[in-house]
């Protein structure tokens, strides 16, 4: 019971290096999502894929990027990561009802140096 | 003003209180109502879910809904060590992401 699996845990980057953080479910839901979360300001949507082939900015999109590799992946890509980038991120997803509840990876926790 | 406002605490009681958290919000379409547990270092986990007003008992929690005044709250009775973590409200109107709070921080002191 996996449910959605993130990678890394952890990563140090610095200034202007690129990286890609990978998100996975097996619980085969539709939707997808990319949050970051930073102390005092709560969870931010990033994008989020609502179903497979499509993807959309949330809230904070400036200086990422994602891809819905297929229905159960879906990755984020800092081209040139910033130390503002510097957060705990999380992916989640959901099956495709309205108003459906979300599963959430144990994040990844990235400092930008 | 936010769409969803919540007291980011942090929020200390004694093992055994009531603990009452509470969100408002300003988008009249949301009709989908959930609080989610984070603990330390982990992912948000589902806690209670609400599908429009009203109240919904689980165990020692209960949420409640009120649409009319665009607030929702969660209660905790017999409060344990175990319930420290931080609670999220979130909100969506269905056809749109969870709109998250920003999270209330408790701690139940033994």
């Known amino acids: 019971n996996a449910g959605v699996t993130q990678t890394p845990k952890f990563q140090v980057l610095k200034t202007g290096q690129s990286m890609t953080l990978q998100c996975a479910q097996d619980m085969n839901h539709n939707s997808m999502y990319w949050y970051r979360q930073d102390p005092g300001m709560g969870l931010r949507l990033i994008y989020y894929s609502a179903s497979e082939g499509t993807t959309d900015k949330g809230e904070v999109p400036n200086g990422y990027n994602v891809s819905r590799l297929n229905k159960r992946e879906f990755s984020l890509r800092l081209e040139s990561a910033a130390p503002s980038q510097t957060s705990v991120y999380f992916c989640?997803?959901?099956?495709?009802?309205?108003?459906?509840?979300?599963?959430f990876g144990s994040g990844t926790r990235l400092t930008v140096v | 003003q936010k769409e969803v406002e919540q007291d980011p605490g942090p929020l200390s009681v004694p093992e055994g209180a009531i603990v009452s958290l509470n969100c408002t919000y300003s988008n009249s379409a949301f009709q989908y109502f959930m609080w989610y547990r984070q603990y330390s270092r982990k992912g948000p986990e589902l806690l209670m879910y609400t599908y429009s007003s009203g109240n919904k008992e689980d165990g020692r929690f209960t949420a409640q809904v009120d649409k009319s005044s665009k607030y929702i709250s969660l209660f905790i009775r017999d409060s344990q060590p175990s319930d420290s973590a931080t609670y999220l409200c979130a909100m969506s109107a269905g056809n749109t992401p969870l709109v998250f709070g920003k999270g209330t921080r408790l701690s139940v002191i033994a």
């Open positions: 989640a997803s959901s099956s495709l009802d309205s108003g459906s509840s979300y599963t």
